[in-house]
């Protein structure tokens, strides 16, 4: 199983922005696609971002379109979620999390997904 922790949240203005990292422990952490999820207070947790094991993949909630990127660096175990142009609706805690399975395209269902991060805040005022 991968160990994730997150890091980078904060607190920010609207129009500003953030990038978010997990580091992942474990030699395999190249093979499997990995997600970004969030959760604002009595909200459901949502999909936000996803990469294919290999990187050529990567699928975004359509919240987040055109301002968030997610991207991964396997020789340094890590995945990062620039966010740029945040939003007040952006505010939440962000997970990420790795698939359940070897060499998986990535997904947008939460259930997909077998390791998860503790989590990092992210805040965003006007």
């Known amino acids: 199983q991968v160990q994730l922790v997150e890091s980078g949240g904060g607190s920010v203005q609207a129009g500003d922005s953030l990038r978010l990292s997990c580091a992942a422990s474990g030699r395999t952490f190249s093979r499997y696609a990995m997600g970004w999820f969030r959760q604002a207070p009595g909200k459901e947790r949502e999909f936000v971002a996803a990469i294919s094991w290999i990187g050529a993949n990567r699928y975004y909630a359509d919240s987040v379109k055109g301002r968030f990127t997610i991207s991964r660096d396997n020789a340094k175990n890590t995945v990062y979620l620039q966010m740029n142009s945040l939003k007040l609706e952006d505010a939440a805690v962000y997970y990420c999390?790795?698939?359940?399975?070897?060499?998986?395209?990535?997904?947008?269902?939460?259930?997909?997904?077998?390791?998860w991060g503790q989590g990092t805040q992210v805040t965003v005022s006007s």
């Open positions: 999390a790795a698939a359940k399975d070897l060499y998986s395209s990535g997904s947008s269902s939460y259930t997909d997904y077998g390791s």
